[in-house]
């Protein structure tokens, strides 16, 4: 356990709920846990509460994390403490946000303040820009990993509001892809490039896993995409394939967020539920090829998909849209730009494999470790000057 009152500052960090879902700033953090003490903020609010069952289910697992104060199902990494501060599930007005900071304040001041240090903020979310100014913090970092103002089922409004908020008052920014830098750089905020880092023995397929059992009833061969499921995919993408294929298997596996609900009409296409992300690399040993079939959309334009990297790992033939955080590794994959591209692409990959120019151009991967990506942030999140790096393309 680290001494709190060492010179490395602690963390504070806000983000999506540790463990719910892997994410880029959960990989980070857990590389820096060794030489600062983390203090993970879960939190509510980006999404408007509906009334369906995925509201009901999200609003039932804070209750849980509210009630106990260690609701985790396995052990946390030393260094790290989970936060489930109570939340108003609303951001949309001036009242929602008052109350919302005012419970922040309530439970984080105390804490920060017992501190022997302040900590550096790090947020993923702009929904704590009214807490700036208000924190005893170092100074703030906005890790900028999506364009909310684009996602889809988001309050987008609000979210642009506070976003331009937390970004003038940010100490520093860091950006995961060039588009998201250039939306920085409008907003007047210069900021660094960090694209998404890989591991790339956890991804090898060598059948390492369990065994998923939802793939042995599945007719071969399996061309599988795993993520959320929501609509950013493209249906024409989709559809196209399946009409193509004379045999096999289209995978959609993850949580479903809504899709356009076509997609549970084409023939061929399953959609599984979420996997352990242990599991995944046995998937991936199971697939024929792996697939990303993204609409050209801003927010697709804007992101860097995690998955890219990982797919790219497992050694298995990839095809995917033609988007800019793709392009950097077009040597290593087949883009697609169309339907008809898509569909021949995939078919071309069952047949012939992984070409061994793209295995080749893959061994790049090595110098993209999260150890690096890690170092690299804690560099710039520490910096007392800020200056604008990049673009570059993971070379």
Known sequence: MIDAGTCNPPLLVFSDDWGRHPSSCQYLIRQLLDRHAVYWVNTIGTRRPRVNLATARRGLEKLRHWAKPSPNAIPLPPNLNIINPLMWPWISTRFDRWLNRRLLIRRLVPLLRSLPTPPVAITTIPIVADLMGRLPVQRWVYYCVDDFSKWPGLDHSALEQLEHRLVDQADVAIAVSETLQEKLAGMGKASHLLTHGVDTAHWATNGRGHPVH??????????????????????????????????????????????????????????????????????????????????????????????????????????VRDLPANRCWADSLDL??????????????????????????????????????AGQFEQWAFLKAERSIGPFCDR
Do not use: C
């Open 336 to 373: 697609a730009a169309t339907p008809e591209a898509f569909s021949e692409a995939v078919r071309r990959r069952l047949v012939d494999g992984l070409p061994e120019s793209q295995r080749l151009a893959r061994t790049r991967l090595a110098g993209e470790a999260w150890s690096a990506k």
């Open 214 to 319: 939802e793939l042995e009833r599945l007719e071969r061969p399996l061309i599988v995409f795993w993520g959320v499921v929501d609509r950013r995919l493209d249906v024409d993408f989709v559809r196209r394939l399946a009409d193509d294929l004379t045999r096999g298997t289209i995978v959609l596996l993850g949580r479903n967020d809504e899709p356009d609900p076509v997609l549970a009409a084409i023939p061929r296409v399953v959609r599984i539920q979420p996997l352990a992300i242990e599991q995944l690399p046995h998937v991936a040993h199971e697939a024929a090829v792996l697939i990303m079939p993204y609409a050209d959309l801003p927010v697709t334009r804007a992101m860097q998909p995690l998955k890219l990297k990982e797919y790219l790992a497992t050694g298995r033939p990839t095809v």
